[in-house]
């Protein structure tokens, strides 16, 4: 096999099967190159041990919580696996690295680990293939590298988010009982690795993390406001590059495992930030950079605008659920303790309906009324390469649903606050005794649980969520302005998708501060 | 070659990690019990399973605790050999109180470990309970702990009785009150203190009655004098009819002695009454009527004591 025949395919934009991508709104924002401004910063991510050097004491510590899951106390309390998974690592995730550093996680994420080192057959070095060898040696190669397992390409019918969104919303039906559990929450998480090994087993480079892991599927879409990106610095360098490292790979790196062409990606959602692009690329033309907040604004499939809707779903009906005062919701949905199936699949249902047609079909309504009001009657001579009056429906559609993106984010951070702020003194507990067999490794094992500025907190949750409102709002507007141009029609387009936000939003501050 | 060697150690480096980061807990754990171990030692660990009411000497862990059934413990001491006993919870607050060794009443919080080393110095059989009510079948909680000479053999365990009290269906709307104070009875596991069918006897350390009173008189202590006198207040409370209106036609004498009495065994069911001690110095009986207002209603009440009234053995009449 020539392996010039066989270079990946990038991920081109728009992801397959959706519309043609609209223009993005006009801006120029700042941009600050990380990579030059902080050295000691390129010298590691340039490292070729670097990923693996974030991954493993993650991986170790992943080990010891499924050990502690399996081993350790059934008192979710007590047992690290549940604290720091669930109340530390997922308010870290979704209020500090997914806004701050994008998708780092996935930089450090162990679920892939076993697969990726079998793939390569390597941690560390790249394996690449001299052109002329490239039939010699074991493994198939892709790009300029060579990889063990079969080498599939992924379904195009599946290259999407749906895989994600559908998992994603299957395992937060049983939240209740991973959240409490455990023994599920090994399964859960145990399941991720084993499935993630089989995949690289089957397919090529990252299939895992980019169409099947559900955590994969709400960091692609809120790492679109992350303050941090990885792009090329000139698109004259990459365009007049032959050599295309940072897709094909070489020596120095892997060719993109997320099927990115990096020179040419203008969003953040399908970046894993794994920096093999910055260390492959001949022209040292990759960097990692500042960015202002919310800087991606293109939804650019159903799909992901599927997946903004879920989220702000989940959100709305765990704030019930778990912050809410109506336990028999809570108990409905804990069904494998209460076994009440009735109400569970009552719950199920609600869920599922809300989450993929009541929501979308009571967002769509606004949009469409807009979409109504600010139509004109179509100029009788059409001008060739004029852009038309009227822009289409999906497309309206696409742009009014980013909103969701940054006020869906900072739904989930309000949700998730209380969480950390009323159970964040288990973690030090935990720590000196992951277990709960009566270490005491830090002399922090019998500190009083004792939640942090409780009477604090909703004024924090009534700021993050005016925050998310605001930047929906100002989104909204943005793309509206994009679309319509003139202001009074901009403004008629958006107005009523800013009162079905302004409602969504009034609903989850009467959830939080009643 | 440099990149090879790089390749093979963090393999190495992984591999370890991943057996030291699985395996290592357990040594350490075994270590660290080992080193508060006085010499001859050894090592009893009894885990507070609330979900069945029961204490257990099995491994409760997060990956068996929901699925497993646990057999109740019965922990063999040797008079003379110091004995570390390992107090966990499963799920929520349990006490522990061994009387007869002078444990407790203990805490034990889930996820936390309590260590109590003890000496025993008599042999016998030991009851230890749970004194903090944590759940439906807490009124089963409790188990025997046997003391034995060094080589004693360890005595066949009777078969254990597996009575589920607390999973017993509520009997169908609109039988008897009395049914329904049976049911109440058996469901609440007042039996487990005061027998089944309220003969009582129950022992109860340093209780001044030294065994729970039995219910089954209870009838003759509410100045009940006769079966037909019984039978007329079952009666009435089986047609929900309010004892007070018997005043104009007694059932029999002193029957506004009996309804004060009456009263006042609703009192003791709905706010409890605390045992007393024997020796006052001694440490407090392990069993005491709680207060059940929050559990039981008004009616319960009234169905429980209508039940109990039934229990009496009258002079020839039917026992």
Redesign the interface.
């Known amino acids: 096999m020539s392996p010039s025949g066989n270079i990946p395919q990038p991920l081109t934009e728009p992801a397959p099967g959706s519309a043609a991508p609209p223009p993005a709104p006009v801006d120029k924002p700042w941009r600050i190159d990380l990579l030059r401004a902080l050295p000691p910063l390129k010298w590691l991510v340039k490292r070729r041990w670097f990923q693996f050097a974030v991954v493993l004491p993650n991986l170790l510590f992943f080990m010891l919580f499924l050990t502690t899951g399996v081993f350790g106390t059934p008192v979710g309390s007590r047992n690290i696996l549940i604290v720091f998974v669930w109340i530390f690592w997922w308010f870290l995730l979704i209020s500090a690295m997914v806004p701050l550093a994008s998708r780092v996680w996935c930089t450090m994420c162990p679920f892939p680990f076993f697969g990726e080192w079998i793939q390569r057959g390597a941690l560390i070095r790249s394996r690449g293939v001299d052109p002329k060898k490239a039939k010699e040696g074991p493994g198939v190669v892709v790009g300029r590298n060579r990889y063990f397992g079969l080498n599939w390409r992924w379904p195009k019918a599946l290259s999407n988010l749906w895989v994600q969104n559908i998992g994603f919303l299957f395992l937060c039906t049983f939240s209740a009982h991973f959240l409490t559990r455990p023994l599920v929450s090994v399964i859960v998480l145990g399941g991720l690795i084993l499935v993630a090994t089989v995949l690289h087993l089957l397919y090529r480079q990252r299939a895992f993390c980019n169409y099947v892991c559900p955590v994969s599927g709400f960091l692609s879409l809120y790492s679109m406001t992350s303050v941090v990106e990885v792009r090329s610095k000139e698109a004259d360098t990459c365009a007049k590059c032959k050599d295309k490292g940072c897709l094909a790979g070489g020596e120095k790196g892997w060719g993109c495992p997320w099927f990115m062409y990096p020179s040419k990606m203008e969003r953040n959602n399908y970046c894993g930030l794994c920096m093999e692009c910055v260390k492959t690329c001949p022209y040292d033309n990759m960097t990692v950079n500042l960015r202002p907040f919310c800087s991606d604004t293109k939804i650019k499939g159903l799909d992901e605008a599927w997946k903004a809707f879920i989220m702000v779903t989940l959100a709305l009906v765990y704030s019930v659920l778990y912050l809410g005062p109506w336990g028999f919701l809570k108990d409905w949905a804990n069904v494998f303790e209460k076994g009440n199936w009735a109400g569970f699949f009552a719950y199920v249902a609600g869920l599922w309906v809300s989450a993929l047609v009541l929501f979308p079909a009571i967002y769509f309504l606004p949009v469409w009324a807009g979409w109504r009001w600010s139509r004109q009657k179509p100029p009788t001579i059409v001008i060739l390469g004029q852009a038309p009056v009227n822009p289409p429906l999906k497309e309206t559609f696409l742009r009014f649903v980013y909103p969701l993106v940054p006020f869906g984010m900072m739904a989930w951070v309000s949700f998730s606050l209380p969480l950390i702020l009323v159970n964040g003194s288990y973690i030090p507990m935990v720590l000196s005794d992951p277990f709960g067999w009566g270490w005491d490794l830090f002399g922090t094992a019998h500190l009083a649980w004792s939640p942090v500025v409780p009477h604090w907190t909703p004024y924090v949750q009534v700021f993050l969520l005016l925050q998310g409102l605001y930047f929906a709002l100002k989104q909204g507007y943005r793309h509206s302005v994009a679309m319509y141009g003139a202001r009074n029609r901009a403004l008629k387009a958006f107005a009523p998708v800013a009162v079905l936000l302004t409602v969504i939003e009034i609903a989850f501050l009467v959830l939080y501060v009643g | 070659m440099r990149?090879t060697m790089?390749?093979i150690g963090?393999?190495l480096?992984?591999l370890a990690?991943?057996i030291?980061?699985?395996f290592y807990?357990?040594v350490?754990?075994a270590k660290?019990v080992e080193k508060r171990l006085p010499p001859g030692a050894q090592v009893i660990t009894l885990t507070g399973v609330a979900a069945t009411g029961t204490w257990t000497e099995e491994n409760?862990?997060?990956?068996n605790?929901?699925y497993r059934h646990f057999a109740p413990a019965r922990p063999v001491l040797r008079v003379g050999q110091p004995t570390l006993l390992?107090l966990?919870?499963?799920?929520v607050n349990h006490s522990f109180y061994c009387p007869g060794l002078a444990v407790g009443p203990l805490e034990v919080h889930?996820?936390?470990?309590l260590?109590v080393l003890i000496t025993p110095i008599r042999e016998g059989v030991f009851e230890f309970y749970c004194t903090t009510i944590c759940g439906d079948p807490h009124f089963g909680m409790r188990g025997q702990m046997l003391v034995l000479r060094e080589g004693s053999p360890i005595p066949a365990a009777e078969p254990a009785k597996a009575d589920k009290f607390w999973q017993e269906s509520p009997p169908p709307p609109g039988q008897s009150h009395v049914a329904r104070g049976a049911w109440l009875f058996h469901r609440n596991g007042c039996f487990t203190c005061h027998g089944v069918k309220g003969k009582g006897g129950v022992p109860n350390w340093n209780y001044i009655k030294d065994t729970i009173p039995p219910l089954s008189t209870l009838a003759e202590r509410m100045l009940i004098p006769d079966k037909e006198g019984a039978d007329a207040i079952v009666g009435a409370m089986e047609r929900a009819a309010d004892l007070k209106t018997l005043s104009s036609d007694p059932p029999f004498a002193r029957f506004n002695a009996f309804l004060a009495q009456y009263q006042s065994v609703k009192d003791v069911i709905r706010k409890g009454n605390p045992p007393g001690k024997k020796d006052p110095k001694g440490l407090p009986p392990p069993l005491e009527m709680l207060p059940f207002g929050m559990r039981l209603s008004d009616r319960d009440i009234d169905d429980l004591i209508a039940y109990l009234l039934t229990l009496e053995p009258w002079e020839g009449g039917d026992k």
Do not use: C, Q
């Open positions: 990149e790089a390749e963090a393999g480096l992984t990690g991943i030291a980061a699985t807990p357990f350490y754990e660290s409760v862990d997060g990956g605790y929901w390992r966990k919870s499963a799920d889930p996820g936390h470990v260590d």
